[in-house]
């Protein structure tokens, strides 16, 4: 039961910060067609990954 716990708080984790890892490189790859878009990229990856880290919560604390 351990050994699930630990690899679903894992992938958790993994969710966490490969999503906005994805969402950077993606708007890097659009800063020359739309940088509209690109910004707002940037600013959706900077927030999932404040609250991956755990920022949020440790400021509340």
Known sequence: MDEI???L???LLIAYWL???ILFII???KLKSKPKTAKI???VAA???VVGFG???AMLS
């Open 5 to 7: 716990m630990i690899l």
């Open 9 to 11: 708080l894992f992938l």
């Open 19 to 21: 999503t906005p890892i």
């Open 27 to 29: 708007g890097i790859v």
């Open 41 to 43: 990229l940037f600013i």
């Open 47 to 49: 927030v999932m990954l």
């Open 55 to 57: 920022v949020c919560g």
